[in-house]
């Protein structure tokens, strides 16, 4: 069918570079019979072809919708039933499609609009030389205080054939490596920590198989920012729409710390136009569905879906500790990112919003007037004006406006629901987004003003790194002393993974350890 | 034999509280030692109106009293259901609550116990007691089941604290054994230090800045605490501050105030003054009852009452289950796609909206999709209609796309043909309004509850109500009521329509006189419930919706809705004529009639009247 097209388009691309990366997964594609698949396991099943499949997952793979939309149903389905999704593409490849399939001509430049089929061998790359299963592995395993931590994980994967398998779990690093490896996902997601293995779910009843712990998350979507952002729409994001990641991350990162005293959060760029919070001390992974929920009520500020016009909506003039920390961290962003650079109130369409929010007739009209009057003001004069109007009017009701409006164009919005459902999936750090391409690499929380999503490296940008590795210094098969990745650019996030994160955690899980054992020497020495 | 001893002994009390109140004078309240003087034996086992229900009772009951004790408590639960349905704040829930509580659950205090007689007391604090665990043995077969119980028993002991004496909560704190530290402001300054990194040592400059900025902050917090504080005793605000007392608890422990941010947190401690003690008072209750259940669902089976309680507690409980929607009417089955841009004029308001964004976008997220999905097999329509319905609604995407991203998924899964293979039933207001919060880019919701004024008025505008009543409804919303301003609407909207049809029934009940008002049988509290009235008045039928067909009686009464005021009709059994006071019985009697078409009602009618003699 459609994938008919697909290897003759590959042997028609050029193929100029003499790639060792790349030789080194031929070999590996007619060893491991995997590599390949991607390429044309799907026209052997008689399902769409691969460019076909690309374009579905691009389409689709907005994180907002991942969580929020349409794969509500799906998400909460039952393990039984998520894996009769899973179409047999996994164990059903057509060997003789392997051997038809030109290996050099995949070596062929990548257009970044144009991920199609590569990708799966890019990532076949990644998973095997890039991917930190090692340090993945340490930080799911907390220590292993508890055995079960990560053997009882749900990962689920979702492959370049939209086949969206969950509840896989491993015993091992490597297991899930080879796992990985063996079905080339184009995502990987982390779920809570189960009362049983997630592999094994199927052997208990549903409601005998619950979630017991998992990280408090947080996704942050810009698409959720597009009813206030003027620069973008939609997928794309700028320098000055990624602003409201940096509001964000720290407004949540302060309140975690400051107001519930968590430790260990890890920020990650989710690699696209969105970002992903986990906390990971035991007192987040062990709260309840009701502390979460509380969690998430405590930080929202802004409710309210597309009928509603007022999102922010306060009560009274003194605010709660939280949120005038908050506030402090907004109102720094308002004037140079919301009025000088995304000038939302330069045009009547853009004030008409703005002005909306306030609920006296008289002031909206007179602002508007005032601003149609003089074409020429900026918006920082408007701003002013506005302020100045509203705080004129000898209501109390009015004076807290332009702060209520100051908070629903700054203040972060989270997904709640990915936060509230403990059986919720979330996008594993160090993922790569199939359409840009880009790892999902953490964020450093104290510099989030200086990260740019736009430097991140890119999994083409990373493979041919690794093509520059000069003999000697690297392995092909991963199995160096130095692990590839030291020597591409994704070397600085991994070490920032591990420096702030992995190893702040386990100062406390041993400092943990050791209190329990001193607890245990005192009865022994009774 | 055991109930003869009881009643000796309580008499025995009884004389001795008369001599104990000739000696000591009318007392305000009484305490512990007192209550012993008067009864040592109610002192014992119900010292107070609040019980922890730690120990279960060993009495001896006929069956007969078993059940009707369970069934007066079973009223008691509801009535604080539909209460907290209709009511937003605690105030008003307990006036909806107080009388049908004081009717078949009263408890009086111990400051009446010389009036009313100690074992007056004790007889009620036991059936109190009794009742409370039968119910449990009801309720704990199931999470649904014991969710709801739960919820229900913290309410109502929510409320009996409210009622009860101040030094009876403290002393019921006290022996409740709660583990509460209490910590004084200073304490929380020596924490904010820590917590901030700065030493006692520091200069006094940055100690005094940092807390007077903390002790805005604790004022911001809590302003009504200072406020009462100084209400008191007078004095500064910092006095006040001084004064107050508050207990340090992980915030886990409060989720409730933090959710509503009314405490203060400081490294994963909540600070909760004494004024939301309740709060961690009725958690408590909470974490008792929910474990004492699961205990008791673990224990059952063992009872071995097959044949004689298991019936009786069957009974109880099923009358709480099964308050679904189901599809049962005439239509059932028989709406096609092609017919719901004509039916659309009989959706409420929420599905109309989610209709017409759906018809603008060719698009809804994946929650509106639920909700439309459902009503819509709610009002008849089947699999395949659906499946095709939506894939024309989605207009604007290639058929590729639709495939891929689940849409055929999603219609399947909502019919039980996915997932977990539930038939799943459409929602009712109360979800519609309490959970999935309509976020960005979600049409999905209450216009009630989740529009702001403006969008609502240019809704009422486009359904043509008058600007009076449309202010009524803006107001009764903006309080809360949006199940009632819902079906003030549909009083204003569909009854117009069909006035015609109606007259002669509104002439009927009319009666007295008064205005032709277009009324309701009883108040909106599921979108399918508007659809089948609003149809069942273009047919002429002019009865209850497909849920409540097997009930007889007089359909339409005859009270009027004066102008400007909100009176929800509702389908009066003929015993109850009594007026205000009895409403909330009466609404809560009708809820139930409307929900639990299952349960056998002839069966409850004669429980009822023996209860009634």
Known sequence: MLGGDSPARVRAADSTAESPARAALAEAGTG??????????????????????????????????????????????????????QPAVVDDLDETALQTMDVDAIVAPIIKQELTADLALLLTIFYKRLFPFKEMHQWLSYGNVDP???????????????????????????????????????????????????KDARAV???????????????????????????????????????????????VDRAMREDFGFKHILWVFSGRRGVHCWVADQRARKLTAEARRAIVSYLEVVKGGENMAKKVNLRGAQMHPSISSSYTICSKYFVPVLLEEMKILSTQERWAKVLQLIPDESIRRNLDAAWKSHPNATDTERWNQLKAALAREQKPMLNTISRDILLQ??????????????????????????????????????????????????????????????????????????????????KPYIDMFKRDFLAGMGESIRSALRAKREDLDKELTF | MFKQDRAAAAGAGAGAGLSAASAGGPAASLSREALARIDPQLAADYPFTLNMYAVPPRDELTLTQFELLALDRLRVLRAIETARLRAKSDDDVARLIEPVVNKHLELKRNTLVRAAGPQVLYEQRRKDHISHFILRLAFCRSDDLRQW???????????????????????????????????????????????????????????????????????????????????????????????AVFYRVPFERVCELVGRRAVLLMGGAAYVPESERLVLVANAFRAALSDSLMATAKALPRLDEEDRLMPVLDSLARQYLDREYKSTGPRS???????????????????????????HNAHLKHVGRLHLGLFLKGIGMPLE????????AFHKMSDDEYNKKGYVYNVRYNYGMEGKRTDYTPYSCAKIITSMQPGAGDAHGCPFRHFSPERLGEMMQRLSVSEQGAGEILRTSREGHYQLACTRLFELTRGRVHAAAQAQQNQQAAGQGGPPAFQLVEPIEHPNQWFDLSMGLESGE?????????????????????????KIQTQTQTQTQTQTPMQTQTQTQTQMDYEFDDVDMDALAELEREMDR
């Open chain 2, 149 to 243: 119980f739960v919820r229900q028993e913290v309410e109502l002991f929510k409320f009996r604290f409210g009622i009860e004496q101040q030094v009876d909560r403290d002393a019921f704190i006290a022996l409740a054994n709660l583990d509460l530290a209490p910590v004084s402001f200073e304490d929380m300054c020596r924490e904010k230090m820590a917590a901030a990194g700065v030493a006692p040592t520091a200069p006094a400059a940055q100690r005094q800045e940092l807390l007077s900025r903390f002790a805005a902050d604790v004022r911001a917090t809590y302003p009504h605490v200072v406020q009462q504080h100084q209400q008191q005793t007078g004095g500064s605000e910092s006095d006040a501050l001084r004064r």
């Open chain 1, 409 to 490: 164009y700054t203040y972060p919005r989270l997904d709640a629901h990915v936060s509230i459902g403990m059986n919720h999936l979330l996008k594993s750090p160090f993922c790569v987004h199939p359409k840009t391409g880009r790892v999902c690499v953490p964020i450093d929380p104290k510099a989030c003003d200086k990260f740019d999503p736009s430097a991140v490296p890119t999994i083409e940008e990373l493979v041919h790194e690794l093509d520059k590795i000069p003999a000697g210094a690297g392995n092909t098969d991963g199995s160096s002393r130095t692990p590839d990745y030291e020597h591409t650019s994704l």
């Open chain 1, 148 to 198: 079960n931590y990560f053997t009882h994980r749900e990962f689920s994967f979702t492959q370049a054939s939209d086949a969206y398998i969950r509840f896989q779990s491993y015993k091992t690093a490597d297991e899930l490596k080879s796992e990985i490896l063996r079905l080339c996902p184009v995502k990987i997601d982390i779920g809570a920590v189960y009362n049983v293995k997630p």
């Open chain 2, 333 to 359: 089955g028989t709406i096609r796609h092609e017919d719901i841009a004509g039916l659309s004029q009989h959706f409420p308001p929420c599905m109309q909206n989610l209709y017409q964004t759906l018809r």
């Open chain 1, 32 to 85: 491991e019979k995997r590599a390949g698949g991607g390429v044309d396991g799907g026209a052997a099943n008689g399902s769409p072809g691969p460019r076909k499949r690309w374009a579905r997952i691009d389409s689709d793979s907005d994180e907002g919708d991942e969580h929020g939309d349409d794969s509500g149903a799906r998400h909460s389905g039952s393990p039984a039933q998520a894996r009769q999704q």
């Open chain 2, 385 to 392: 209609e659906a499946l095709v319905f939506w894939r024309k």
């Open chain 2, 542 to 566: 002019h009865k209850g919706s497909a849920r409540t067909p097997a009930k007889p009686g007089p359909a339409a009464n005859g009270r009027m809705s004066t102008p400007g005021q909100v």
């Open chain 1, 205 to 251: 009843s549903s409601s005998a198989f619950v979630p017991l712990e998992r990280e408090l998350v947080f996704d942050v979507d810009m698409t959720d920012y597009d009813e206030i952002r003027t620069c973008c729409k939609g997928a794309e994001v700028c320098g000055k729409c990624w602003n409201f990641m940096s509001i964000a991350i720290k407004v």
